[in-house]
């Protein structure tokens, strides 16, 4: 597992991680398409996946919240990943901390990683009782 850095003020703890077998896929994805991020919209359309893009091609706004910055490179030769979500979603998940998993099956075809065959998910569960919420 590999938590996320704390990217939002006041924070100290990772709201967010990585499953290994998605670091495994987030290197492979790199190597095909270069810098990559996630966005988490809670929309329709697969709105409970996290989509995967190339860095860029969704364009963040103050609507949106980045919840941590991974790094799934090596020293020297840094990959980092920022995961952000809407707004309103992390309203809505504010009380959770969220693993990014891969599971077998067919994915967003806006997420980079459908034709591989496996799609990104979220697993959740509720943060600890010592960290302070918003």
Do not use: N
């Not at 090596?74 to 990014?100: C, K, N, R």
């Amino acid at each position: 597992m590999l938590d996320s850095t704390v990217t939002i003020a006041g924070e100290t703890q990772s709201r967010v991680a990585l499953a290994d077998v998605s670091v495994e896929l987030l290197r492979q994805l790199w190597a095909q398409y270069g810098p990559l991020m996630f966005h988490q919209s809670g929309g329709c359309c697969d709105g409970s996946s996290p989509m995967c893009y190339p860095q860029g091609d969704f364009i963040t706004s103050d609507r949106d919240v980045r919840l941590g910055t991974f790094e799934i490179g090596t020293p020297g030769a840094p990959q980092p990943i920022d995961f952000w979500m809407s707004a309103e979603q992390f309203e809505y998940w504010s009380h959770t901390h969220l693993t990014v998993d891969v599971v077998k099956g067919r994915g967003s075809g806006f997420s980079v990683e459908a034709p591989e065959g496996v799609r990104f998910l979220i697993r959740s569960r509720l943060m600890d009782s010592a960290r302070p919420f918003d």
